[in-house]
């Protein structure tokens, strides 16, 4: 009977799939909303199916448990604007049902939700932003020890830009962001984003800017491991040559402990692409800064580097494929992480409304703590709609 049952939460997802397939490939002349309210605003309605097999659940280093996992989502999608209009704004909400083939104690449902507005005049504009995203998967950092890991992200920021002269802008804004873990053994975090930067426009390829940025981490429980960052950074984007373009950031960062400890490292965020041809494209990236474990909020430092690559081969195909190093080394712990990542994805879009992708991901750690080890392979496969 329970066999029966597991079987029949496999099917329906499946067969939502099929059904939702069917009805969003029919071909149609023209990209159309489901619905428009007016001349600037138009509803989308929203469906997805997921199914992947994971090899290794848990991330864990012993006892590695496998399962298929189908995720049927429904969602619906608000915007506001056009491009003939200055100020824009979208809404998003989604409801994902999660199902387990061998492991149904862990099928759940969760609502996603984000949204932004944009008001700008003619010399300045303002953003504002919040989301509300569920995470139901285990990561280098929570490996679990034989359950998922839960949790919540809420971020909400405004940001704006102001054209001082006709080539020097002044940008500003704050984030807040805080993660809440329904899993025990986790610490909730809150942090506290104000980044100001000066622009100026070299050339009307070349910029640089300089500017300071204010960081405040709390962790709920472990109040010792409370960190303020201070970062004080130069940067310039810049168009190298017609088909290589570069943005790369640098500078000073100091992390304060509320335990009286402190260090200072030299951050980077950089990225540079290069467009081989209209179909080829290629992009490294580079990124050093303070993270924050889940496990009591511990600080390590994050080394990271990647290189990725994009080509659609033919009309409405594309292929993807990147490669990344991370290095975390963890504060006041001998613990250091050295974590690779790969993926190769395929996707493909019948039409406007539908996209579909296959892909695999392979994820390995090798860590001087012995329990934190271990390697992931996940293949996927996914139906996407917007109507």
Known sequence: ?????????????????????????????????????????????????????????????????????????????????????????????????VFYNSRSENNTDNMAFSGSATLAGAQSSVTVAASVTPSEYNSRDAIGLGRLVKSTNYTASIDGTYALTGKTRLSGGITYSTTEYSTDGYSNQSSITVPVRVMYEVTAKTDVRAGYTYRATMISGFEDQDSVDHTVSIGTSREITPTLSGDIEVGLTNRQLANGESGTIIPVNGVLTWVATPRMIYSAIARRDFGNSAIAGTSYLQTLVGLNMS???????????????????????????????????????PNQFMSMSAGYIFRMNTSTLQLAEFDSNVVSFSVNARY
């Open 1 to 97: 009977m329970m066999a029966r049952l597991q079987n029949r939460r496999f099917f329906l997802p499946v067969l939502a799939g099929v059904v939702l397939s069917a009805v969003f490939s029919t071909p149609r002349a023209a990209a159309m909303p489901f619905a428009a309210v007016g001349e600037n605003i138009h509803v989308y309605l929203l469906g997805g199916l997921s199914v992947r097999y994971d090899d290794n659940l848990y991330l864990s280093r012993l006892n590695t448990q496998s399962d298929i996992v189908t995720t049927v989502t429904a969602g619906v999608q608000m915007e506001f604007g056009s491009p003939d209009t200055r100020n824009s704004a979208n809404v998003m909400f989604r409801k994902n049902y």
């Open 311 to 349: 080509y659609g081969f033919a009309e409405r195909w594309n292929a993807a494929a990147g490669l990344s190093y991370e290095i975390a080394d963890y504060v006041d712990s001998a613990r250091v992480d050295n974590y690779w990542t790969g993926n190769i994805d395929v996707s493909y879009s």
